[in-house]
Protein backbone atom coordinates (compact mmCIF):
# COMPACT_ATOMS: atom_id res chain seq x y z
CA UNK A 1 0.00 0.00 0.00
CA UNK A 2 1.46 3.41 -0.41
CA UNK A 3 2.00 5.80 2.02
CA UNK A 4 -1.05 7.85 1.10
CA UNK A 5 -3.40 5.22 1.31
CA UNK A 6 -2.02 3.74 4.34
CA UNK A 7 -2.28 7.37 5.56
CA UNK A 8 -5.90 7.09 5.05
CA UNK A 9 -6.86 3.63 6.27
CA UNK A 10 -5.35 4.50 9.83
CA UNK A 11 -7.76 7.37 9.65
CA UNK A 12 -10.72 4.91 8.87
CA UNK A 13 -9.32 2.48 11.79
CA UNK A 14 -9.29 5.41 14.22
CA UNK A 15 -12.96 6.07 13.77
CA UNK A 16 -14.54 3.26 14.83
CA UNK A 17 -14.16 0.63 17.56
CA UNK A 18 -13.37 -2.78 17.99
CA UNK A 19 -16.24 -4.76 16.65
CA UNK A 20 -17.82 -8.22 17.99
CA UNK A 21 -17.01 -9.86 15.08
CA UNK A 22 -13.05 -9.45 13.93
CA UNK A 23 -11.95 -12.79 12.58
CA UNK A 24 -8.15 -14.41 11.83
CA UNK A 25 -7.91 -15.76 9.14
CA UNK A 26 -5.12 -18.97 8.92
CA UNK A 27 -4.91 -22.16 6.73
CA UNK A 28 -6.43 -25.66 7.90
CA UNK A 29 -5.04 -26.38 11.19
CA UNK A 30 -4.93 -29.87 11.32
CA UNK A 31 -3.81 -30.52 7.83
CA UNK A 32 -1.96 -27.58 5.86
CA UNK A 33 -0.67 -24.91 8.14
CA UNK A 34 3.36 -25.13 8.41
CA UNK A 35 5.36 -24.59 11.27
CA UNK A 36 6.01 -21.27 10.63
CA UNK A 37 3.15 -20.06 9.72
CA UNK A 38 1.02 -21.25 12.79
CA UNK A 39 4.17 -19.46 15.00
CA UNK A 40 2.89 -16.29 13.35
CA UNK A 41 -0.81 -16.90 13.77
CA UNK A 42 -0.48 -17.90 17.44
CA UNK A 43 1.83 -14.53 17.83
CA UNK A 44 -0.62 -12.83 16.68
CA UNK A 45 -3.82 -14.45 18.68
CA UNK A 46 -1.30 -14.27 21.64
CA UNK A 47 -1.16 -10.69 21.06
CA UNK A 48 -4.84 -9.68 20.78
CA UNK A 49 -5.35 -11.71 23.60
CA UNK A 50 -3.01 -9.66 25.52
CA UNK A 51 -4.70 -6.39 24.58
CA UNK A 52 -8.37 -8.15 25.55
CA UNK A 53 -9.52 -7.61 22.19
CA UNK A 54 -12.06 -10.57 21.02
CA UNK A 55 -11.19 -12.58 17.81
CA UNK A 56 -12.27 -15.33 15.91
CA UNK A 57 -10.38 -17.91 14.22
CA UNK A 58 -11.53 -19.49 10.88
CA UNK A 59 -9.51 -21.57 8.90
CA UNK A 60 -9.50 -22.04 5.05
CA UNK A 61 -7.07 -23.45 2.52
CA UNK A 62 -6.32 -20.53 0.33
CA UNK A 63 -6.03 -18.00 3.06
CA UNK A 64 -2.24 -17.36 1.88
CA UNK A 65 -3.59 -16.10 -1.44
CA UNK A 66 -6.71 -14.11 0.52
CA UNK A 67 -4.02 -12.36 2.46
CA UNK A 68 -3.53 -8.55 0.81
CA UNK A 69 0.41 -9.55 0.97
CA UNK A 70 0.34 -13.09 0.97
CA UNK A 71 1.55 -14.11 4.26
CA UNK A 72 -0.79 -15.23 6.75
CA UNK A 73 -1.93 -14.29 9.51
CA UNK A 74 -4.38 -11.47 8.55
CA UNK A 75 -7.21 -10.15 10.08
CA UNK A 76 -10.74 -9.09 9.17
CA UNK A 77 -12.45 -5.93 10.98
CA UNK A 78 -14.81 -3.77 10.22
CA UNK A 79 -13.94 -3.13 6.36
CA UNK A 80 -10.46 -3.43 6.44
CA UNK A 81 -8.06 -6.55 6.10
CA UNK A 82 -4.69 -6.52 7.74
CA UNK A 83 -1.86 -8.75 7.38
CA UNK A 84 1.16 -9.64 9.36
CA UNK A 85 2.03 -9.08 13.00
CA UNK A 86 3.70 -5.12 12.67
CA UNK A 87 0.88 -4.19 10.68
CA UNK A 88 -1.37 -5.63 13.16
CA UNK A 89 -0.01 -3.76 15.88
CA UNK A 90 -0.37 -0.98 14.48
CA UNK A 91 -3.70 -1.04 13.14
CA UNK A 92 -4.79 -1.73 16.90
CA UNK A 93 -2.18 1.30 18.01
CA UNK A 94 -4.61 3.18 15.54
CA UNK A 95 -7.99 2.04 17.35
CA UNK A 96 -6.26 3.26 20.57
CA UNK A 97 -4.83 0.12 22.05
CA UNK A 98 -1.16 -0.37 22.64
CA UNK A 99 1.08 -2.65 25.13
CA UNK A 100 3.97 -0.68 24.61
CA UNK A 101 3.06 3.05 25.08
CA UNK A 102 5.09 3.05 28.59
CA UNK A 103 7.97 2.20 27.57
CA UNK A 104 10.38 5.21 26.95
CA UNK A 105 12.55 5.20 23.35
CA UNK A 106 15.31 3.16 24.52
CA UNK A 107 12.81 0.59 25.65
CA UNK A 108 10.97 0.94 22.48
CA UNK A 109 14.14 0.57 20.52
CA UNK A 110 15.14 -2.43 22.25
CA UNK A 111 11.58 -4.03 21.80
CA UNK A 112 11.92 -3.38 17.99
CA UNK A 113 15.19 -4.59 17.94
CA UNK A 114 14.68 -8.18 19.66
CA UNK A 115 11.61 -8.36 17.54
CA UNK A 116 14.01 -7.90 14.52
CA UNK A 117 16.57 -10.93 15.99
CA UNK A 118 13.01 -13.30 15.89
CA UNK A 119 12.18 -12.40 12.50
CA UNK A 120 15.80 -12.77 11.36
CA UNK A 121 16.76 -16.09 13.07
CA UNK A 122 13.76 -18.20 14.51
CA UNK A 123 11.60 -17.87 11.71
CA UNK A 124 14.27 -18.17 8.76
CA UNK A 125 15.78 -21.15 10.77
CA UNK A 126 11.91 -22.27 10.88
CA UNK A 127 11.55 -21.76 6.72
CA UNK A 128 15.02 -23.36 6.27
CA UNK A 129 14.09 -26.47 7.97
CA UNK A 130 10.78 -26.56 6.47
CA UNK A 131 11.67 -25.70 2.72
CA UNK A 132 15.50 -26.89 2.21
CA UNK A 133 16.45 -29.57 4.48
CA UNK A 134 15.30 -32.58 2.42
CA UNK A 135 13.87 -34.81 5.07
CA UNK A 136 11.41 -32.52 6.68
CA UNK A 137 10.69 -31.14 2.81
CA UNK A 138 9.90 -34.94 1.55
CA UNK A 139 7.92 -36.23 4.97
CA UNK A 140 5.92 -33.26 5.95
CA UNK A 141 6.06 -30.32 4.21
CA UNK A 142 4.72 -31.38 0.87
CA UNK A 143 2.53 -33.56 1.62
CA UNK A 144 1.19 -31.27 4.17
CA UNK A 145 1.06 -27.61 1.51
CA UNK A 146 -0.64 -29.26 -1.11
CA UNK A 147 -3.22 -31.53 1.12
CA UNK A 148 -6.38 -29.34 -0.29
CA UNK A 149 -5.70 -29.63 -3.39
CA UNK A 150 -6.29 -32.42 -5.80
CA UNK A 151 -2.81 -33.64 -7.77
CA UNK A 152 -1.25 -32.13 -9.93
CA UNK A 153 -1.85 -29.18 -8.45
CA UNK A 154 -1.03 -29.92 -5.39
CA UNK A 155 3.17 -31.20 -6.30
CA UNK A 156 2.94 -27.82 -8.47
CA UNK A 157 2.03 -25.54 -5.98
CA UNK A 158 4.57 -27.12 -3.36
CA UNK A 159 7.27 -26.77 -5.64
CA UNK A 160 6.63 -23.47 -6.45
CA UNK A 161 6.41 -22.02 -2.78
CA UNK A 162 9.85 -24.31 -2.43
CA UNK A 163 11.35 -22.98 -5.12
CA UNK A 164 10.55 -19.43 -3.84
CA UNK A 165 12.17 -20.46 -0.31
CA UNK A 166 14.83 -21.56 -1.73
CA UNK A 167 15.20 -18.40 -3.37
CA UNK A 168 14.94 -15.44 -0.90
CA UNK A 169 17.45 -17.88 1.13
CA UNK A 170 20.32 -17.73 -1.40
CA UNK A 171 19.98 -13.74 -1.23
CA UNK A 172 20.42 -13.24 2.23
CA UNK A 173 22.74 -15.94 2.34
CA UNK A 174 21.67 -18.73 4.10
CA UNK A 175 21.42 -21.11 0.91
CA UNK A 176 25.10 -22.60 2.10
CA UNK A 177 24.10 -23.43 5.70
CA UNK A 178 24.36 -27.05 7.05
CA UNK A 179 21.66 -27.59 9.09
CA UNK A 180 23.79 -27.84 12.14
CA UNK A 181 24.95 -24.00 11.31
CA UNK A 182 21.27 -23.04 11.39
CA UNK A 183 20.37 -24.79 14.75
CA UNK A 184 23.53 -23.12 16.04
CA UNK A 185 22.06 -19.71 14.81
CA UNK A 186 18.77 -21.10 16.83
CA UNK A 187 20.34 -21.45 19.74
CA UNK A 188 22.28 -18.47 19.70
CA UNK A 189 19.05 -16.58 19.37
CA UNK A 190 17.74 -18.59 22.15
CA UNK A 191 20.38 -17.72 24.34
CA UNK A 192 20.10 -13.68 23.59
CA UNK A 193 16.58 -14.11 24.69
CA UNK A 194 16.82 -16.32 27.40
CA UNK A 195 19.83 -13.72 28.78
CA UNK A 196 17.58 -10.98 27.90
CA UNK A 197 14.58 -11.94 29.86
CA UNK A 198 16.63 -13.07 32.74
CA UNK A 199 14.20 -13.73 35.64
CA UNK A 200 11.99 -11.72 34.71
CA UNK A 201 7.86 -12.45 33.92
CA UNK A 202 7.76 -10.58 30.79
CA UNK A 203 10.37 -8.72 28.00
CA UNK A 204 9.87 -5.21 29.77
CA UNK A 205 8.76 -6.20 33.32
CA UNK A 206 5.20 -6.62 34.73
CA UNK A 207 3.72 -5.43 31.51
CA UNK A 208 4.01 -7.54 28.18
CA UNK A 209 4.43 -6.58 24.80
CA UNK A 210 4.27 -7.28 21.35
CA UNK A 211 7.78 -8.70 21.49
CA UNK A 212 6.53 -11.18 24.15
CA UNK A 213 3.61 -12.17 22.02
CA UNK A 214 5.96 -12.84 19.17
CA UNK A 215 8.55 -14.75 21.24
CA UNK A 216 5.57 -16.88 22.57
CA UNK A 217 4.05 -17.46 19.08
CA UNK A 218 7.74 -19.07 17.76
CA UNK A 219 8.38 -20.82 21.08
CA UNK A 220 5.63 -22.52 21.46
CA UNK A 221 5.16 -23.99 18.32
CA UNK A 222 8.86 -25.23 17.89
CA UNK A 223 7.76 -26.70 21.21
CA UNK A 224 4.82 -28.26 20.33
CA UNK A 225 5.06 -29.51 16.64
CA UNK A 226 6.67 -32.99 15.75
CA UNK A 227 8.93 -32.80 13.00
CA UNK A 228 11.40 -35.53 11.52
CA UNK A 229 13.41 -34.99 14.61
CA UNK A 230 13.50 -33.34 17.96
CA UNK A 231 16.46 -31.25 17.01
CA UNK A 232 14.57 -27.68 17.10
CA UNK A 233 12.74 -28.23 19.97
CA UNK A 234 15.51 -29.17 22.12
CA UNK A 235 17.38 -26.01 21.23
CA UNK A 236 14.83 -24.27 23.26
CA UNK A 237 14.39 -26.59 25.74
CA UNK A 238 17.69 -26.39 26.91
CA UNK A 239 16.52 -22.70 28.52
CA UNK A 240 14.45 -23.00 31.35
CA UNK A 241 13.21 -19.24 31.79
CA UNK A 242 12.35 -19.70 28.31
CA UNK A 243 10.24 -22.87 28.87
CA UNK A 244 8.22 -20.96 32.26
CA UNK A 245 7.45 -17.97 30.00
CA UNK A 246 5.83 -19.62 27.83
CA UNK A 247 3.88 -21.47 30.09
CA UNK A 248 3.31 -18.26 32.05
CA UNK A 249 1.85 -16.88 28.88
CA UNK A 250 -0.37 -20.13 28.02
CA UNK A 251 -1.80 -20.41 31.57
CA UNK A 252 -2.27 -16.26 32.06
CA UNK A 253 -3.66 -15.62 28.41
CA UNK A 254 -5.10 -18.76 26.93
CA UNK A 255 -6.07 -21.31 29.68
CA UNK A 256 -7.43 -18.49 32.24
CA UNK A 257 -9.78 -17.28 29.42
CA UNK A 258 -11.46 -20.62 28.11
CA UNK A 259 -9.40 -20.15 24.99
CA UNK A 260 -7.84 -23.23 25.70
CA UNK A 261 -4.75 -24.47 23.89
CA UNK A 262 -5.59 -28.04 24.65
CA UNK A 263 -2.29 -29.46 24.14
CA UNK A 264 0.50 -28.51 26.80
CA UNK A 265 4.25 -28.52 26.62
CA UNK A 266 5.20 -32.12 26.06
CA UNK A 267 5.84 -33.85 29.21
CA UNK A 268 8.64 -36.39 29.91
CA UNK A 269 5.72 -39.42 29.61
CA UNK A 270 4.66 -38.08 26.44
CA UNK A 271 7.59 -37.81 24.42
CA UNK A 272 8.62 -41.43 25.33
CA UNK A 273 5.07 -42.40 24.03
CA UNK A 274 5.40 -40.55 20.86
CA UNK A 275 9.31 -41.79 20.48
CA UNK A 276 8.04 -45.44 20.12
CA UNK A 277 5.14 -44.48 17.61
CA UNK A 278 7.84 -42.92 15.48
CA UNK A 279 6.99 -41.24 12.15
CA UNK A 280 9.09 -43.45 10.11
CA UNK A 281 6.52 -46.64 10.78
CA UNK A 282 3.58 -45.04 9.69
CA UNK A 283 2.07 -45.80 6.44
CA UNK A 284 1.71 -43.17 3.79
CA UNK A 285 -1.80 -41.96 3.67
CA UNK A 286 -1.54 -41.67 7.02
CA UNK A 287 0.04 -38.16 6.47
CA UNK A 288 -2.97 -36.08 6.54
CA UNK A 289 -3.40 -36.93 10.26
CA UNK A 290 -2.83 -34.53 12.56
CA UNK A 291 0.63 -33.41 12.80
CA UNK A 292 0.04 -30.87 15.56
CA UNK A 293 -1.89 -32.53 17.66
CA UNK A 294 -3.45 -29.40 19.66
CA UNK A 295 -6.96 -28.07 18.73
CA UNK A 296 -8.00 -24.33 19.34
CA UNK A 297 -11.64 -24.43 21.31
CA UNK A 298 -13.31 -21.04 19.28
CA UNK B 1 49.47 -15.09 16.89
CA UNK B 2 52.24 -15.53 14.38
CA UNK B 3 50.77 -16.35 11.71
CA UNK B 4 49.64 -12.94 9.42
CA UNK B 5 46.03 -12.37 9.15
CA UNK B 6 45.65 -11.08 5.72
CA UNK B 7 42.09 -9.68 4.90
CA UNK B 8 41.36 -8.69 1.29
CA UNK B 9 38.49 -6.23 0.61
CA UNK B 10 37.12 -3.38 -1.94
CA UNK B 11 39.31 -0.12 -0.82
CA UNK B 12 38.31 3.21 0.18
CA UNK B 13 37.64 6.60 -0.30
CA UNK B 14 35.49 9.89 0.47
CA UNK B 15 37.63 9.56 3.66
CA UNK B 16 37.44 5.76 4.25
CA UNK B 17 39.29 3.58 4.82
CA UNK B 18 36.51 1.10 2.63
CA UNK B 19 33.90 1.90 0.47
CA UNK B 20 32.01 -1.71 1.29
CA UNK B 21 30.10 -2.21 4.42
CA UNK B 22 30.81 -5.64 4.90
CA UNK B 23 34.82 -4.63 4.89
CA UNK B 24 34.32 -1.58 7.21
CA UNK B 25 32.61 -3.80 9.34
CA UNK B 26 35.91 -6.00 9.68
CA UNK B 27 38.21 -3.58 9.28
CA UNK B 28 36.69 -1.86 12.39
CA UNK B 29 36.28 -4.72 14.44
CA UNK B 30 39.87 -5.59 13.47
CA UNK B 31 41.00 -2.01 15.24
CA UNK B 32 38.89 -2.63 18.18
CA UNK B 33 40.22 -5.69 19.26
CA UNK B 34 44.05 -4.96 18.48
CA UNK B 35 44.30 -7.75 15.76
CA UNK B 36 47.08 -6.64 13.44
CA UNK B 37 45.32 -6.78 10.15
CA UNK B 38 46.97 -7.08 6.53
CA UNK B 39 44.69 -5.10 4.56
CA UNK B 40 44.95 -5.97 0.47
CA UNK B 41 42.80 -3.89 -1.28
CA UNK B 42 41.54 -5.32 -4.61
CA UNK B 43 42.47 -3.16 -7.38
CA UNK B 44 42.45 -4.21 -11.41
CA UNK B 45 44.93 -6.67 -11.21
CA UNK B 46 43.68 -9.99 -11.89
CA UNK B 47 45.43 -11.21 -8.50
CA UNK B 48 42.90 -12.38 -5.62
CA UNK B 49 39.40 -13.03 -5.88
CA UNK B 50 36.47 -10.58 -5.98
CA UNK B 51 33.77 -12.94 -4.78
CA UNK B 52 32.44 -12.95 -1.95
CA UNK B 53 34.75 -10.05 0.04
CA UNK B 54 36.11 -9.59 2.43
CA UNK B 55 37.95 -12.53 2.94
CA UNK B 56 40.36 -13.16 5.78
CA UNK B 57 43.48 -15.57 4.97
CA UNK B 58 45.75 -17.35 7.55
CA UNK B 59 47.91 -20.07 6.73
CA UNK B 60 45.60 -22.57 6.85
CA UNK B 61 42.15 -20.62 6.85
CA UNK B 62 40.25 -19.12 4.27
CA UNK B 63 36.90 -17.19 6.29
CA UNK B 64 34.35 -15.53 4.35
CA UNK B 65 31.58 -13.57 5.69
CA UNK B 66 32.03 -10.65 8.24
CA UNK B 67 29.92 -12.86 10.74
CA UNK B 68 32.53 -15.75 10.24
CA UNK B 69 35.31 -13.68 10.35
CA UNK B 70 34.29 -11.91 13.52
CA UNK B 71 33.75 -15.27 14.72
CA UNK B 72 37.09 -16.17 13.73
CA UNK B 73 38.75 -13.37 15.51
CA UNK B 74 37.77 -14.06 18.40
CA UNK B 75 38.53 -17.61 18.87
CA UNK B 76 42.03 -16.23 18.54
CA UNK B 77 41.39 -14.15 21.12
CA UNK B 78 41.17 -10.93 19.30
CA UNK B 79 38.01 -9.85 21.33
CA UNK B 80 36.37 -6.49 21.84
CA UNK B 81 33.38 -8.23 23.93
CA UNK B 82 35.54 -8.70 26.65
CA UNK B 83 33.64 -6.20 28.82
CA UNK B 84 30.35 -6.67 27.88
CA UNK B 85 27.45 -8.33 30.29
CA UNK B 86 25.74 -11.48 28.90
CA UNK B 87 22.47 -8.83 28.41
CA UNK B 88 24.30 -6.41 26.25
CA UNK B 89 25.67 -9.85 24.14
CA UNK B 90 21.78 -9.71 23.46
CA UNK B 91 21.09 -6.25 22.76
CA UNK B 92 24.25 -7.08 20.25
CA UNK B 93 22.77 -9.52 18.24
CA UNK B 94 19.07 -8.13 18.33
CA UNK B 95 20.57 -4.42 17.16
CA UNK B 96 22.74 -6.30 14.43
CA UNK B 97 19.28 -8.14 13.29
CA UNK B 98 17.73 -4.88 13.62
CA UNK B 99 20.67 -2.94 11.30
CA UNK B 100 20.16 -6.14 8.37
CA UNK B 101 16.58 -6.00 8.47
CA UNK B 102 15.27 -2.71 8.10
CA UNK B 103 18.88 -0.12 7.51
CA UNK B 104 20.23 -3.00 4.84
CA UNK B 105 17.74 -2.78 2.02
CA UNK B 106 18.18 1.01 2.11
CA UNK B 107 21.81 1.24 2.08
CA UNK B 108 21.67 -1.36 -0.88
CA UNK B 109 19.33 0.70 -2.70
CA UNK B 110 21.06 3.99 -2.61
CA UNK B 111 24.15 2.35 -3.55
CA UNK B 112 23.07 -0.05 -5.92
CA UNK B 113 19.65 0.27 -7.61
CA UNK B 114 19.38 4.13 -7.65
CA UNK B 115 20.04 4.34 -10.96
CA UNK B 116 21.68 8.15 -10.74
CA UNK B 117 23.57 6.93 -7.78
CA UNK B 118 24.36 3.30 -9.30
CA UNK B 119 25.46 4.51 -12.50
CA UNK B 120 27.46 8.02 -11.43
CA UNK B 121 29.41 7.05 -8.60
CA UNK B 122 29.22 3.35 -7.64
CA UNK B 123 29.80 1.77 -11.18
CA UNK B 124 32.73 3.88 -12.30
CA UNK B 125 33.96 3.14 -8.60
CA UNK B 126 33.78 -0.09 -8.64
CA UNK B 127 34.75 -0.58 -12.58
CA UNK B 128 37.83 1.56 -11.93
CA UNK B 129 39.12 -1.55 -9.53
CA UNK B 130 38.18 -4.67 -11.20
CA UNK B 131 40.43 -5.77 -14.36
CA UNK B 132 39.03 -5.19 -18.04
CA UNK B 133 36.65 -7.87 -18.90
CA UNK B 134 35.03 -8.19 -15.75
CA UNK B 135 34.96 -5.26 -14.85
CA UNK B 136 31.75 -4.65 -17.62
CA UNK B 137 29.86 -7.32 -15.90
CA UNK B 138 30.70 -7.06 -11.92
CA UNK B 139 29.42 -4.82 -10.80
CA UNK B 140 25.99 -5.21 -13.09
CA UNK B 141 25.82 -8.95 -11.49
CA UNK B 142 26.28 -7.12 -7.99
CA UNK B 143 23.41 -4.84 -8.26
CA UNK B 144 21.12 -7.61 -9.63
CA UNK B 145 21.93 -9.43 -6.94
CA UNK B 146 21.25 -6.16 -4.13
CA UNK B 147 18.07 -5.85 -6.42
CA UNK B 148 16.94 -9.72 -6.43
CA UNK B 149 17.78 -9.44 -2.25
CA UNK B 150 15.50 -6.41 -1.70
CA UNK B 151 12.91 -7.89 -3.65
CA UNK B 152 12.76 -11.49 -2.00
CA UNK B 153 13.26 -9.86 1.05
CA UNK B 154 10.36 -7.46 1.27
CA UNK B 155 8.58 -7.31 -1.58
CA UNK B 156 5.19 -9.31 -2.24
CA UNK B 157 4.85 -12.81 -4.06
CA UNK B 158 4.15 -13.27 -7.08
CA UNK B 159 4.97 -10.51 -8.80
CA UNK B 160 7.72 -8.12 -7.16
CA UNK B 161 7.64 -4.74 -7.87
CA UNK B 162 10.24 -2.15 -6.45
CA UNK B 163 8.03 0.67 -6.61
CA UNK B 164 5.84 -0.49 -3.73
CA UNK B 165 8.89 -1.63 -1.48
CA UNK B 166 11.11 1.64 -2.07
CA UNK B 167 8.65 3.97 -0.03
CA UNK B 168 8.44 1.72 2.54
CA UNK B 169 12.18 0.46 3.11
CA UNK B 170 13.12 4.16 3.12
CA UNK B 171 11.26 4.66 5.78
CA UNK B 172 11.60 1.64 7.97
CA UNK B 173 15.73 2.92 7.57
CA UNK B 174 14.81 6.33 8.95
CA UNK B 175 13.03 4.75 11.64
CA UNK B 176 15.82 2.50 12.10
CA UNK B 177 19.01 5.42 12.36
CA UNK B 178 16.14 7.44 15.00
CA UNK B 179 16.09 4.07 16.81
CA UNK B 180 19.39 3.91 16.41
CA UNK B 181 19.99 7.66 17.92
CA UNK B 182 17.40 7.43 20.90
CA UNK B 183 20.17 4.35 22.15
CA UNK B 184 23.64 5.72 21.43
CA UNK B 185 22.15 9.59 23.33
CA UNK B 186 24.99 11.07 24.37
CA UNK B 187 27.85 7.85 25.01
CA UNK B 188 30.38 7.89 23.11
CA UNK B 189 29.90 4.28 22.22
CA UNK B 190 26.83 1.75 22.37
CA UNK B 191 27.94 -0.13 25.65
CA UNK B 192 29.79 2.50 27.76
CA UNK B 193 33.59 3.84 26.71
CA UNK B 194 35.24 0.71 25.16
CA UNK B 195 33.82 0.07 21.37
CA UNK B 196 32.45 -3.48 21.00
CA UNK B 197 30.74 -5.74 17.59
CA UNK B 198 27.75 -3.61 17.45
CA UNK B 199 29.72 -0.29 17.22
CA UNK B 200 31.92 -1.96 14.47
CA UNK B 201 28.50 -2.94 12.93
CA UNK B 202 26.83 0.45 12.97
CA UNK B 203 30.31 2.14 11.73
CA UNK B 204 30.40 -0.18 8.80
CA UNK B 205 26.36 0.03 7.84
CA UNK B 206 26.67 4.32 8.43
CA UNK B 207 29.79 5.33 7.28
CA UNK B 208 29.51 4.59 3.55
CA UNK B 209 26.05 6.41 3.78
CA UNK B 210 27.37 9.15 5.84
CA UNK B 211 30.39 9.86 3.54
CA UNK B 212 30.65 8.52 -0.24
CA UNK B 213 28.58 11.77 -2.44
CA UNK B 214 25.52 10.88 -4.21
CA UNK B 215 23.57 12.25 -6.19
CA UNK B 216 20.11 11.52 -4.36
CA UNK B 217 20.73 11.75 -0.84
CA UNK B 218 17.39 11.25 0.93
CA UNK B 219 18.71 9.04 3.18
CA UNK B 220 21.70 10.45 3.46
CA UNK B 221 20.40 13.81 4.57
CA UNK B 222 18.05 12.10 7.14
CA UNK B 223 21.33 10.67 8.65
CA UNK B 224 23.08 13.83 8.63
CA UNK B 225 20.08 15.43 10.98
CA UNK B 226 21.23 13.10 13.39
CA UNK B 227 24.19 14.87 14.92
CA UNK B 228 24.54 12.02 17.48
CA UNK B 229 25.55 9.51 14.98
CA UNK B 230 27.58 11.92 12.51
CA UNK B 231 29.83 12.54 15.76
CA UNK B 232 29.98 8.47 16.11
CA UNK B 233 31.69 7.89 12.41
CA UNK B 234 33.51 10.64 12.69
CA UNK B 235 35.36 9.66 15.98
CA UNK B 236 35.97 6.50 15.03
CA UNK B 237 37.24 7.70 11.64
CA UNK B 238 39.50 9.97 13.78
CA UNK B 239 40.24 7.76 16.59
CA UNK B 240 41.07 4.62 14.76
CA UNK B 241 41.82 5.52 11.06
CA UNK B 242 43.81 8.55 10.97
CA UNK B 243 47.11 6.45 10.12
CA UNK B 244 45.66 4.79 7.46
CA UNK B 245 44.31 7.71 5.75
CA UNK B 246 46.53 9.94 6.59
CA UNK B 247 50.01 8.72 4.73
CA UNK B 248 48.58 8.56 1.57
CA UNK B 249 45.96 10.81 -0.02
CA UNK B 250 44.54 9.66 -3.60
CA UNK B 251 44.54 11.96 -6.42
CA UNK B 252 40.97 11.95 -6.33
CA UNK B 253 40.59 12.76 -2.77
CA UNK B 254 43.28 15.71 -3.16
CA UNK B 255 40.92 17.41 -6.28
CA UNK B 256 37.39 16.63 -3.89
CA UNK B 257 39.74 18.83 -1.09
CA UNK B 258 40.87 21.47 -3.64
CA UNK B 259 37.63 21.99 -5.38
CA UNK B 260 36.16 22.42 -1.61
CA UNK B 261 38.58 24.78 -0.73
CA UNK B 262 38.23 27.10 -4.01
CA UNK B 263 34.38 27.04 -3.37
CA UNK B 264 34.88 27.63 0.44
CA UNK B 265 37.01 30.60 -0.49
CA UNK B 266 34.34 32.12 -3.20
CA UNK B 267 31.81 31.63 -0.83
CA UNK B 268 33.86 33.43 2.05
CA UNK B 269 32.80 37.13 1.20
CA UNK B 270 29.06 35.89 2.18
CA UNK B 271 29.74 33.50 4.89
CA UNK B 272 30.86 33.82 8.73
CA UNK B 273 33.12 32.62 10.45
CA UNK B 274 32.11 29.55 10.81
CA UNK B 275 33.67 28.77 7.10
CA UNK B 276 37.05 28.87 8.66
CA UNK B 277 36.25 25.90 11.38
CA UNK B 278 34.90 24.20 7.91
CA UNK B 279 38.40 24.55 6.09
CA UNK B 280 39.71 23.57 9.36
CA UNK B 281 38.02 20.36 10.05
CA UNK B 282 38.63 19.51 6.53
CA UNK B 283 42.62 19.64 6.34
CA UNK B 284 42.36 17.90 9.75
CA UNK B 285 40.45 15.35 8.69
CA UNK B 286 42.67 15.12 5.25
CA UNK B 287 45.02 15.04 7.61
CA UNK B 288 47.41 17.65 5.71
Request: with cysteine; proline share 5%.
Amino acid sequence: MSLVAEAFVSQIAAAEPWPENATLYQQLKGEQILLSDNAASLAVQAFLQMCNLPIKVVCRANAEYMSPSGKVPFIHVGNQVVSELGPIVQFVKAKGHSLSDGLDEVQKAEMKAYMELVNNMLLTAELYLQWCDEATVGEITHARYGSPYPWPLNHILAYQKQWEVRRKMKAIGWGKKTLDQVLEDVDQCCQALSQRLGTQPYFFNKQPTELDALVFGHLYTILTTQLTSDELSEKVKNYSNLLAFCRRIEQHYFEDRGKGLRLLLLTNLERIYLKSRSIKNRPNGSVKMAYLRRTYRE
Amino acid sequence: MAAPLELSCWGGGWGLPSVHSESLVVMAYAKFSGAPLKVNVIDNTWRGSRGDVPILTTEDNIVSQPAKILNFLRKQKYNADYELSARQGADTLAYIALLEEKLLPAVLHTFWVENDNYFTVTKPWFASRIPFPLSLILPGRMSKGALNRILLTRGEPPLYHLQEVEAQIYRDAKECLNLLSHRLGTSQFFFGDMPSTLDAYVFGFLAPLYKVRFPKVQLQEHLKQLSNLCRFCDDILNSYFRHSLGGKLAPLQLSFICVEYLHILLGLYKQNSLLIEEVCALSLNAGL
